[in-house]
């Protein structure tokens, strides 16, 4: 994360933002069939940047802007299950 911090984004796990990523991203695990959560997850304050994306360590960066625009939870769970599958497929 020290790029994110290099380039003045904060990560954050906490808040209303991190929570409903996290809800999400729980719900996703299930599905797959994982017994508990291995893909820790962090809100990206990156301005008006819409993004997420999955890094190394199977951890899931969210930026603000993306859970923003995208207020549908089922429409934002095809996004944070896309990065989930870079990490089960192990894309680099």
Known sequence: FSYMHQQGHETVQSGPEYQRAKRIIDRLVRAAGYSSNPFPVFIVDAGEEVNAAAVKNATILV???????VPDDEE?????????AHIIARHG
């Open 63 to 69: 930026y603000s802007e993306l859970l923003r625009r």
């Open 76 to 84: 934002l769970a095809t996004v944070l299950s896309h990065e989930m």
